[in-house]
């Protein structure tokens, strides 16, 4: 499997500024074939959107470590829908615990990634999400 | 668990065999010898604690003449809570305050401002005027505590809104102490709290530190951290290496900026992380002890002893805290805390087990308290100064880890200096790439990590039994004071303090700590400090290179 041909924007929504396990993903799925758009730090999830949709990204892969993964996952979720790119899968990343996870998936998170899983993992999870 | 990226995770790792013998390098990738004989140890005059170049520490009597301060890390939704903790840790026997702030507060907006509305009080307590100061210090003797803030873009701001609690308080500002981070460097390659362009950041540091050898001689205006980058993925020496280039770079703009360095030099303090591979974190500090007085005496002849002492705190925990099997945190966090006080620390702040998931429990965090009490008083460590000294494994490693710093700082500045690196994303990108690194060698099982990649159980489901919650209200309450000051104070003193200050930022010899205390005064806004500031010189734009 690969992702050549898949677009992918990884995002830190937000003001927190660990980007560590963003970057470390972001550089494993452009290994792995993905075109990949990092945003940099401290960026609206409206902003978020509307990149996602003028690079005309297959997913976005949002990176959260302050706690503020729930809010920031439901405006990211609705800025997407307003902009009619419901069909943009979304992924998380970071300082989630378990029984936030449910919850996320509800909104519309399609993955959750935390610092324990290995790279590889959270590739192949892209990929089969992906269909590549 | 019914997660299917988790499933993904079993199906790709088939349970692995434990490795049977230690590696033969240190985590920074010095090959370490089977055994370190007499003849391997460089030949060197004795060294001696409290004497040039303070490799055996900076004081001649060591823990004996004081022990080293217990700062936890502390701080989260409002000033009240915060408050509250403080005084529960005061009263467990914590000797120093370090507070936590939240991101609005670091990173300039206010509670109101609209990116910052999903982070009020998160992952520290909110500070956005000098209203919720006095409050959090309330029943506090600052003459009697030292305070330290985890603060870097707005850390004059901090600052100036800590002098102006001491005014209103009427505590004489010269007997404050504590410390302020304020290192804005390591904020562009790691951790991201940046607001300003680097040169005008670095010019508000020297004013901050040229500001406070006058008026608050106990208090540190600068904590160069080494952490955070250690923390992103770099090596231990690595994260000496780019901590004393950064230190480097300040001595630079003090200078520039007229500076003497013999005085200013008194107030610079360091701050790491300790990580779990004992020998390397203790040769780490006695490494960088010597090398800093070298390189102020060699680069910048200075005399004063005291200018050339190498301060230092640190934190036990960060990223060597893991998620799998929680509890043995405390195991971890022990062996660091024995590392810092072998290595010679002035500050710890031992990491609660469960801060890989949460906001410590006041469980928690008193077991982190403790777990530094029980090295302190019952282990023995402290006892003499440097006793791992005279040790051919530790001597042998700290001349090795030295010539490793040293060559992490020759390559920064042949690249054009620490400036030119964080502004072209050099810096950044290298820690990327070492982070990926560092990640790689736990997911193939060449690094161990207990609980994680070995030694898990069946059954095993990732978590901590006892739940921090913050309350859901008190962003709410955070605002809701903040809006009351906002229409209470004094509109007028506050459009002058905010003009005058804008007026000192446009000339760049002035020094804007006293017009950031008037504003302060004023219940002026960290957000309008801010914004009236990047009136002046504009916004960081983040090279973000992959």
Not at chain 1, 50 to 78: F, N, P
Not at chain 2, 487 to 514: C, F, G, Q, Y
Not at chain 2, 522 to 541: N, S
């Amino acid at each position: 499997m690969s992702l050549n041909g898949k677009r992918i924007l990884i995002a830190k929504p937000g003001l927190d500024g660990h980007d560590v396990g963003a970057k470390i993903i972001a550089l494993a799925l452009r290994d792995a074939g993905a075109d990949v758009i990092y945003t940099g730090l401290r960026r609206s999830p409206d902003y978020i959107a509307r990149v996602a949709v003028d690079e005309d990204v297959d997913a976005v892969g949002l990176s959260i470590l302050s706690g503020s993964h729930k809010e920031l996952v439901e405006e990211t979720v609705r800025c997407l829908a307003e902009l009619d790119a419901g069909d943009i899968h979304l992924f998380v990343g970071g300082t989630i615990p378990s029984e936030d996870h449910d919850e996320l998936r509800h909104a519309g998170a399609r993955g959750i990634f935390t610092a324990e899983m290995t790279i590889d993992a959270v590739v192949a999870a892209i990929e089969a999400d992906l269909g590549a | 668990m019914t997660d299917k990226s988790i499933a993904a995770k079993d199906d790709a790792e088939p349970p692995r065999e434990p490795p049977t013998k230690p590696t033969t390098a240190t985590p920074s990738g010095i090959e370490v010898p089977q055994v370190v004989t007499a003849d391997m140890v460089a030949d060197r005059e004795p060294e001696m604690p409290g004497e040039y170049p303070f490799t055996r520490g900076i004081f001649p009597d060591g823990f004996r003449g004081r022990m080293w301060t217990i700062r936890q890390y502390s701080g989260f939704g409002t000033a009240e809570e915060s408050n509250e903790r403080y005084r529960f840790l005061l009263d467990q026997g914590q000797t120093g305050l370090s507070v936590a702030l939240d991101l609005p507060t670091q990173c300039g907006y206010d509670p109101t401002d609209s990116i910052a509305k999903t982070e009020v009080g998160k992952v520290g307590v909110s500070l956005s005027n000098l209203a919720e100061a006095e409050i959090l210090f309330d029943g506090i003797d600052l003459a009697g505590i030292s305070t330290s803030f985890t603060i870097n873009g707005t850390a004059s701001i901090i600052y100036a809104m800590y002098c102006a609690v001491a005014d209103k308080k009427g505590v004489p500002r010269e007997k404050l102490t504590g410390t302020i981070q304020n290192d804005i460097l390591k904020e562009y390659v790691a951790r991201g709290t940046w607001i300003f362009p680097v040169r005008p950041s670095m010019r508000l540091i020297a004013d901050t530190i040229l500001f406070s050898y006058d008026q608050t001689p106990r208090f540190n205006a600068i904590s160069i951290a080494g952490a955070h980058v250690r923390d992103a993925g770099c090596t231990a020496v690595e994260e000496m290496g780019y901590t004393l280039a950064n230190g480097l770079a300040y001595i630079d703009e003090l200078i520039r900026r007229g500076g003497d360095v013999e005085k200013f030099a008194r107030r610079l303090s360091f701050f790491f992380y300790v990580h779990m591979d004992f020998f390397e974190e203790v040769c780490k500090f006695r490494a960088g002890r010597r090398l800093w007085a070298k390189l102020l005496t060699e680069r910048y002849g200075v005399k004063d002893p005291k200018a050339l002492m190498f301060r230092f705190g640190v934190v036990c925990g960060g990223s060597s805290l893991v998620g799998a099997q929680p509890d043995n945190n405390v195991v971890r966090v022990g062996t660091e805390n024995m590392a810092a006080v072998m290595g010679g620390a002035q500050s710890i702040f031992t990491a609660a087990f469960d801060e890989a998931y949460q906001i410590p429990t006041e469980h928690s965090a008193e077991i982190a308290v403790r777990t530094q009490q029980i090295v302190a008083h019952e282990s023995g460590i402290a006892r003499t100064v440097d006793p791992l000294g005279g040790s051919y494994y530790v001597e042998w490693l700290t001349d090795r880890m030295e010539e490793e710093v040293m060559k992490v700082i020759d390559e920064i500045e042949a690249y054009g200096g620490v400036t030119k690196a964080v502004e072209d994303g050099w810096l950044q990108l290298k820690i990327a790439h070492r982070a990926a690194e560092r990640k790689r060698k736990v997911d193939s099982g060449e690094t161990v990590i207990v609980g994680q990649n070995y030694f898990r159980r069946e059954d095993q489901k990732d978590g901590v039994a006892e739940l921090f919650k913050l309350d859901p209200q008190a962003s709410a309450r955070v605002i809701e004071k903040f809006e009351k000051v906002r229409d209470s104070r004094d509109n007028d003193a506050v459009a002058s303090s905010l003009s005058a200050l804008e007026a000192a930022a446009a000339k760049d010899d002035e020094n804007l700590m006293p017009y950031l205390i008037d504003c302060c005064h004023a219940y002026a806004t960290v957000g309008e400090m801010v914004a009236t500031l990047k009136t002046q010189w504009g916004e960081f734009e983040e090279p973000v290179r992959l």
